[in-house]
């Protein structure tokens, strides 16, 4: 079930579309969190009307991204002058040399836009490695499958391009 989705992902956002254009990073976000509210809905209909319970996956991987888009959270949280010298000095010292008013909070990252928009699709990411995880599919015949499509066929669509 999830196999579709992903490669919907993989080849009409990031090869057909070139994949480096900020309309194609705001698709590929888009898609993805349509499909995971649309994911998430249909387990919690599926489970409510088995009386399942949910189960999660204890899995190391989510935890150390979750990690990660913290830390680059707090990079975007706007901070006192002497906080900023002591954690960043050299974002001090640029933040310090702007134009801007000194007395203003300013955040660790220089360019603030760009780090939210990464921390955006390092979510999406993060979500479409949770739609592996907690996929039906745990047939290993199957994930071969599965993997051979997501590896052999977007070389072959390069092929014919060219």
């Not at 189960?55 to 900023?84: E, M, N, S």
């Not at 954690?87 to 010292?93: A, D, L, T, V």
């Not at 739609?131 to 047939?139: A, K, L, R």
């Amino acid at each position: 079930m999830t196999l579709y989705p992903t490669l919907a992902v993989l080849y009409f956002t990031t090869i057909f579309f070139g994949g480096r254009h900020i309309w194609v990073y705001t698709w590929t976000e888009i898609f993805i969190f349509a499909c995971t509210l649309f994911f998430l809905a249909y387990s919690i209909i599926k489970n409510f009307r088995k009386n399942e319970p949910v189960y999660i996956i204890k899995d190391p991987i989510p935890l150390v991204a979750l990690f990660f888009l913290v830390l680059v959270l707090f990079q975007l949280v706007p901070l006192p002058h002497g906080l900023l010298k002591t954690i960043s000095p050299m974002s001090f010292e640029i933040w310090k040399r702007s134009p801007l008013p000194s007395n203003q909070f300013f955040p660790i990252s220089i360019y603030p836009y760009a780090t939210q928009e990464s921390l955006i699709y390092c979510f999406a990411l993060l979500l479409v490695y949770l739609w592996v995880i907690y996929s039906p599919f745990t047939d290993l015949f199957l994930l071969y499958k599965s993997l051979n499509k997501l590896i052999v066929n977007p070389p072959k669509g390069g092929f014919f391009e060219y």
